[in-house]
């Protein structure tokens, strides 16, 4: 099959939140209940406008650090992902909508050596947050997780505890952020410009994504490998950008 110039972009707080319900939002994830599925986040008018207009002409493909549970979630009326990459980059989905198994192989390897410290991470967290923040290991397409993440009041991670909690916290060979609410704890190997530069290699024939999408000062990693950058107003991306 094959790939059409491309289009990659973040999810959540960028095309779509909980915070973006309004009159004219468009629901984009959501929940099942006994009801039935309720939607849970929601595009912003403008920004299901545009991105409805660049689907008809290019692939969308996703990049994210949802896993395929939270991603199965997803559902757009009139938009389609043309691929994705889930998991910070530990997950590929490929145009055929199916797990890649050669990045599987290849994360197979890479997260067999960060297991027992993203298990020793969890723990900590748990204990230094008193369960303030809420510690899980994120699924990976293989039986290893992919990633840990924690989540907590955005508010709390200011707090001395969640300062505390940030100061003293132990990786060795992992790497910590904090992204508005959840702290993202990421193995060595795994991350959104690797997974995009080999989904690029596998699905796009070498040609790079026309325009990356992100809401995070942490998505430039990843957007600064696409032709253009397109950034929400008013994210902590575009706060980050002094203009004289």
């Known amino acids: 099959m094959s790939h059409r110039d491309w289009i990659a972009t973040d999810l959540d707080g960028t095309l779509f939140a909980r915070a973006f ?11 099942q209940t006994d009801e039935g599925p309720v939607a849970s986040s929601w595009m912003p008018r403008a920004t299901y406008v545009l991105m409805r207009a660049l689907a008809k ?20 009326e009139g938009i389609t992902f043309q691929g994705a990459i889930l998991a910070n980059g530990a997950i590929m989905v490929g145009l055929d909508g199916e797990l890649d198994s050669v990045w ?20 900590q967290i748990a204990e230094l947050s008193q369960g303030a923040a809420r510690p899980r290991l994120v699924a990976s397409g293989t039986p290893l997780p992919a990633y840990l993440v924690a989540k907590a009041d955005e508010e709390w991670w200011q707090t001395d505890a969640g300062v505390n909690l940030l100061s003293t916290l132990q990786v060795r060979q992992c790497r910590a952020a904090l992204l508005k609410n959840e702290l993202q704890v990421l193995p060595p190997g795994v991350s959104k410009l690797l997974g995009l530069t080999a989904y690029q290699d596998r ?3 070498g040609m790079p994504p026309l325009m990356g999408l992100g809401d995070m000062p942490a998505d430039l990693e990843f957007m600064k490998a696409c032709s253009f950058l397109g950034i929400p107003a008013g994210s902590k991306l575009e706060q980050c950008i002094t203009i004289p």
């Open 57 to 76: 002409h290019f692939d969308i493909v996703a990049v994210t650090a949802r896993d395929l549970d939270s991603f199965s979630r997803v559902a757009i």
């Open 104 to 123: 599987n192989d290849h994360m197979s390897g890479v997260l067999s050596t960060a297991g027992d410290e993203l298990e020793a991470v969890r723990l």
């Open 203 to 205: 699905f796009a024939g």
């Open 21 to 31: 319900a309004g009159p004219e939002a468009v629901p984009a994830t959501w929940r």
